[in-house]
Each structure stands twice: as C-alpha cells, then as structure tokens.
C-alpha cells in the first residue's frame, strides 16, 4: 500500500483522479502561503537593514554633535577670545565693571 502511494505522488495520478480538486485547493492554498512567507521574509530582512544604517547614521550625527560640542567650548574660552581681539587691539578692562541699580518709583 505504501509502495503503490509513492508510487502514485511520483507519477502524479493524484492531481488528474477524480477527487483532484481537494488536492489542487490544498495545492494552491500552501503555494499562496509560501509566496506570503518568502514575501514577509524579505520585508523584514530590509527593515533590519533600514534599521542598522539608520543606527550607524544616528552614531555619526551623535559624533558630529560632540564634536562640534567641544569646538564651541574651546572658542567660548576666554583665553581663546583674548587672542583673537589682540590683533584688534580690543584688550579687558582693568577697572572692574560697575553695578548700576535702580530703585522702584513706587
């Protein structure tokens, strides 16, 4: 019995025999099924991708920032200011700077 049904699955008797319709449904169905499964496969296969090279943009821009962070920090200085101003011949102060206050009309 085992025999003959291999035998019939090899030559394909089972997609021409009278009751066929049920197999070629079931046939159908699961080739529709494959062709979801391969196609959701790669839809997730190219999020991972879209997903790392974003990850890889982010640690880039992140590495800009701090860059660009400490470059301001370094021109904010004062020393850094000084010597930029003493080829203009704008020097600080040497009287300390006076507090003006105000008191309220009412």
């Given at each position: ?40 496969s ?30 301001l ?10 010597g ?23």
């Open positions: 019995m085992a025999k003959r049904s291999i035998h019939n699955i090899l030559k394909g008797t089972f997609l021409i025999s009278e009751d066929s319709f049920k197999n070629w449904r079931m046939i159908i169905f699961l080739s529709l099924l494959a062709v979801i499964m391969i196609g959701s790669h839809s997730a296969d190219r999020k991972v991708h879209e997903i790392a090279s974003l990850n890889e943009e982010v640690k880039e821009y992140r590495s800009q920032f701090i860059d660009g962070r400490s470059i920090m370094e021109l904010k200085m004062e020393s850094t200011i000084r930029k101003l003493k080829d203009k011949e704008v020097l600080p102060s040497v009287e300390p700077p006076i507090k003006v206050k105000v008191k309220s009309q009412k």
